[in-house]
T-cell receptor
């Protein structure tokens, strides 16, 4: 079945450091891929998405490229801020199921120190 | 900006009791979902709902669970007889369409604790 694997956390960085959070997936066909972010005390918010191979999703300085050949959707940001501290979830939806259920990774806790 | 709301934010109940978790999806959305996250585990899909019926459910969503859209704005999840292992954060979500690439908008969650 569909599955998503994220790099183990937590991740702690200093402000202005480069961020990579790895995400790989297993799915049949061409799923859609998402990154959601959860700030403390809030629900999950869509950060970015890509719906076909080689698409790049971007938002708020974050980017991720849909790589079919490596089944990956790694999240990157060139210079993190303290306000980026949150939990980041990689997710997919795809043709294995009839609907649009999201399958999530484990979540990666990011802490950015000033 | 429209958002999904959920009530209550926290619920404590005794094992065997019924609970109803409430959600108000975004008003022009047509697809509704429930997910849950047991502490320390992944967010898991429970059920999707469209046109007043369940469109998909996971193996977690057994006969103890039911969903309803009672009045055209609320979307509820009922757990008939709670178990200790139902303790989790429950998230409601909604989307305009039901395709794979549709963005689902999540509420802040209800934390359920079963004692």
């Amino acid at each position: 079945g569909n599955s998503v694997t994220q790099m183990e956390g937590p991740v702690t960085l200093s402000e202005e450091a480069f961020l990579t959070i790895n995400c790989t997936y297993t799915a049949t066909g061409y799923p859609s891929l998402f990154w959601y972010v959860q700030y403390p005390g809030e629900g999950l918010q869509l950060l970015l998405k890509a719906t076909k191979a080689d698409d790049k999703g971007s938002n708020k300085g974050f980017e991720a490229t849909y790589r079919k050949e490596t089944t990956s959707f790694h999240l990157e940001k060139g210079s993190v801020q303290v306000s980026d501290s949150a939990v980041y979830f990689c997710a997919l939806s795809g043709e294995e199921t009839s609907g649009s259920r999201l399958t999530f990774g484990e979540g990666t806790q990011l802490t950015v120190n000033p | 900006e429209p958002e999904v709301t959920q009530t209550p934010s926290h619920q404590v109940t005794q094992m065997g009791q019924e609970v109803i978790l409430r959600c108000v999806p975004i008003s022009n959305h047509l697809y509704f979902y429930w997910y849950r996250q047991i502490l320390g585990q992944k967010v898991e899909f429970l059920v999707s709902f469209y046109n007043n019926e369940i469109s998909e459910k996971s193996e977690i969503f057994d006969d103890q669970f039911s969903v309803e859209r009672p009045d055209g704005s609320n979307f509820t999840l009922k757990i008939r007889s709670t178990k200790l292992e139902d303790s989790a954060m429950y998230f409601c979500a909604s989307s305009r369409g039901g395709g794979w690439g549709e963005t689902q908008y999540f509420g802040p969650g209800t934390r359920l604790l079963v004692l």
